[in-house]
Structures are given as structure tokens and as C-alpha cells.
């Protein structure tokens, strides 16, 4: 499932996880994990050299419970944390570094074949179905209007606007999509499902017939 922010990944992922008894994996918080733990450190995040020689430093372990998913740093519980506005504006520049994704995308893999050995897995992303994942039995893009992104974003937030989502969802969506590394794109063989009319039962009600249907 992949798509831009605000368009419905995570909680579509996990309500189809659910429905079909599968593992549930949040890429993009493993992206803002690595971010805070930059922060952290005190890493140059302007420095892409610096950034790729600590890339591989974080010790990252992922919760793919859908009920209970989360994250931990070094043993630390990074949940509230990575949501923060600091890392929310620092982790397209952390994932845009290759020794980044190259470290997280293994990662990803090597989570996705132990699902896939003990029943199956939904992972949301930006590069699931291109980069990951290619050969993933049904693959989702969603996307959603400006609007209706920056208000989802703005109920799951305190102390913003629609307007200033808008504008910082715009900035991400500009650098995902021209980042060198893994640019956030639908695959070619992905359906493309807009949700701005739909609401989450919906979504995931139609998530879950495109999987009877292709797998």
C-alpha cells in the first residue's frame, strides 16, 4: 500500500491486516525512527555524508502486530516521539539519503519474508510496491485531494491548520517524488484508489475486494 501522507495508508493497512488474520508493517515509521535518532545524536541533517556514515549505527526493532505496531530505538519506545513536528520535518531529508534506504529497505524485506512465512503481510510505504516489494500479489496506491489530506492530518494534530498542512504536505510531497534514492511513485501494475469520497470502512472494504479478486 503505498501513497503520500494524509491519503489513508496507515489506518487502511492495518484495518485490512486485520480483517485478513495478516502481519502489518509501517515503513514510514521506520524512516522517522531513524530521524529521531539522528536528532538525537545531533547528526547535520543538512550533511548527507554524515547522515549515510551513522545510516546503519540504530539498532531498529518493529512491532507488526496491527493492534499493537510500533517501534523502538536501542531499546528505546519511539511512538510518540517520531510523530513529533521535528522529525515530521526532518525525515524526507534522512530518507532521501541512499545508505539510509538501503539499510531500511533490507530491513523491510527481511521483516516482510518472516511474515510471509507464517501466513502473509500489508506494509505502507512510498516505494512498497517499486522498491520493496515488486512482486507483491496485489499492490494499492492510494491517493486523496489536498484538502481532504491536510484535514486528516490536521484532526491527528495539535496546534496546526488545514492551511499549514497544505503547504507542508506539498513540501513533502516535492521532495519524495523527485529524491534521487526511491522516489515515492505508483508502481505500474498498482490500482490507484482515491479516497477522498470514501470513508475508512469503505476503503478498506474495497482494499479487501481488490485481494479476492488478484490474490
Known amino acids: 500500500m503505498d501513497g503520500p501522507s494524509g491519503s489513508g495508508k496507515s489506518s487502511a493497512s492495518r484495518g485490512v491486516a486485520r480483517a485478513l488474520g495478516l502481519r502489518y508493517l509501517d515503513t514510514g515509521a521506520m524512516y522517522r525512527a531513524v530521524t529521531w535518532w539522528m536528532l538525537q545524536q545531533g547528526v547535520d541533517l543538512a550533511d548527507a555524508d554524515a547522515m549515510a556514515s551513522r545510516a546503519g549505527d540504530p539498532r531498529l526493532v518493529m512491532s507488526t502486530d496491527p493492534d499493537a505496531p510500533g517501534v523502538t530505538v536501542d531499546g528505546v519506545d519511539v511512538n510518540g ?60 496506491f492510494l491517493t486523496a485531494s489536498a484538502e481532504a489530506r491536510a484535514a486528516r492530518r490536521t484532526a491527528e494534530l495539535n496546534g496546526t491548520t488545514v492551511a499549514a498542512q497544505k503547504v507542508e504536505m506539498a513540501r513533502r510531497d516535492r521532495l519524495d517524488s523527485t529524491r534521487r534514492a526511491d522516489p515515492l511513485a505508483k508502481a505500474a501494475d498498482a490500482v490507484e484508489l482515491d479516497t477522498t469520497p470514501l470513508d475508512l470502512d469503505e476503503v478498506i472494504a474495497e482494499v479487501l475486494r481488490l485481494v479476492k479478486e488478484r490474490a
Open 81 to 140: 516521539p517520531i510523530r513529533e513536528a521535528a522529525v515530521t520535518g526532518a525525515v524526507s531529508a534522512v530518507s532521501a539519503v541512499p545508505e539510509v534506504r538501503a539499510r531500511l529497505v533490507a530491513l523491510q524485506r527481511e521483516i516482510i519474508a518472516g511474515a510471509l512465512a507464517s501466513g502473509g503481510i500489508v506494509v505502507e510505504g512510498r516505494d512498497i510496491g517499486t522498491v520493496v516489494a515488486p512482486d507483491a500479489a496485489v499492490k494499492v
